[in-house]
């Protein structure tokens, strides 16, 4: 549009003498400034079109934002009270078992225990569980599907709080225990095997305490645990050896 104007200018001024001469300046700049004129109203209303039409769309964008933020704004506080709350066990605190208790008192005992899931609160899984195991003794727990055996396990190694009773170790109540120092002196094989994706070098030391040793030492650290669970040959046969990627293939 602005095109016409700008060609109309520069043939006036290009013939200066021309219009000078025939003392045509007003008539040039009247003509001039009428086709600006035309030109603004056009790309006015080109502009006002656009900006309608942004208006719209902009409005729809905000009504749906909005009818999102009425409909889900209950599910947000969820959101909220979640990423603010606290887990009920403390991982962080906690004392360390000293080990001079009676040598005849139960290492790890029951008393009277039960429990209930936070899911259920009135449904205990656990009633009145009296469990007691000595020092050196090897203890198998059966029975049949889901009898809670697992649930006994989950409340040793503390994933969960017994709800009432007592849950000792090492005569002391779990509760009060250091629960990293606790865990790391456990040894736990679930059923569910996760593998992570790194090599088995680095998944063994993941088992392994961090004595921030340097690599060479952490190494053979991890080559001599291997070898006390009779692993070590058969680790190197793989592929890469311990620089092997764990798979569901190499653990079948």
Request: glycine share 6%.
């Amino acid at each position: 549009m602005y095109l016409e104007c700008t060609r109309f200018a520069s043939e006036a001024m290009s013939s200066i003498r021309i219009v000078s001469s025939l003392t045509l300046e007003r008539t040039v700049l009247e003509s001039f400034q009428s086709r600006l004129d035309e030109c603004s109203r056009r790309e006015l209303r080109s502009k006002m079109m656009k900006m309608l039409v942004h208006a719209f769309s902009e409005s729809v964008s905000l009504a749906v934002t909005s009818l999102v933020f009425c409909a889900c704004g209950g599910e947000s506080y969820i959101i909220i009270a979640l990423r603010e709350s606290r887990p009920p066990i403390n991982t962080s605190t906690g004392i360390k078992p000293t080990g001079t208790g009676s040598e005849k008192a139960p290492v790890i005992e029951f008393r009277d225990v039960s429990f209930a899931y936070a899911s259920r609160p009135n449904h205990n899984v656990l009633k009145g569980q009296d469990l007691s195991i000595q020092k050196g003794q090897s203890v198998g727990i059966v029975g049949a599907s889901g009898c809670r055996k697992s649930t006994l396990i989950a409340l040793l190694e503390r994933f969960y709080d017994v709800t009432s009773g007592q849950l000792l170790v090492g005569g002391a109540p779990l509760s009060e225990l250091d629960v990293h120092h606790h865990r790391s002196i456990i040894g736990m094989v679930s059923q569910d095997t996760m593998l992570f994706q790194v090599t088995i070098r680095e998944m063994v030391r993941l088992g392994l305490p961090d004595d921030k040793e340097d690599e060479a030492t952490a190494n053979e650290r991890v080559e001599r645990t291997c070898r006390s669970a009779n692993m070590h040959d058969f680790i190197l046969s793989l592929p890469e050896g311990y620089g092997t990627p764990p798979t569901s293939e190499i653990v079948a």
